[in-house]
């Protein structure tokens, strides 16, 4: 069974920075889209950022200009390097990935790691 492993979480003041790494256990055959959601207590989970094979990215706009998502060539691994954090964005991340070629709904998402406790403090 394929495993996704986040990494990175932690406390961070407003203002600073975290990056976010996530691993597959072993390659995933046809894996085409990778993303991050989060949830906060009492909130639905959200996308964050979504990146696909063909090198396609989008993000919600409460984190544009201030998250970037990337991955390495061979897929297997994506990142999210989150500068300028705020109170707001803490929450529990969690990465994602799709065999779809683009997927911005969490039901479309197969596979998803056991997420990662981000905390901004103000």
């Known amino acids: 069974q394929v495993q996704l492993v986040e990494s990175g979480g932690g406390l961070v003041q407003a203002g600073g920075s975290m990056r976010l790494a996530c691993a597959a256990s072993r390659t995933i055959a046809s894996i085409n889209t990778l993303g991050w959601y989060r949830q906060a207590p009492g909130k639905e989970r959200e996308l964050v950022a979504v990146m696909t094979s063909g090198g396609s990215t989008t993000y919600a706009d409460s984190v544009k200009g201030r998250f970037v998502i990337s991955g390495d060539s061979g897929f297997n691994m994506v990142s999210l390097q989150m500068t300028s954090l705020k109170a707001e964005d803490t929450a529990v991340y969690y990465c994602?990935?799709?065999?779809?070629?683009?997927?911005?709904?969490?039901?479309?998402?197969?596979?998803w790691g056991q997420g990662t406790q981000v905390t901004v403090s103000s």
């Open positions: 994602a990935a799709a065999s779809k070629p683009w997927a911005s709904l969490a039901a479309e998402y197969e596979y």
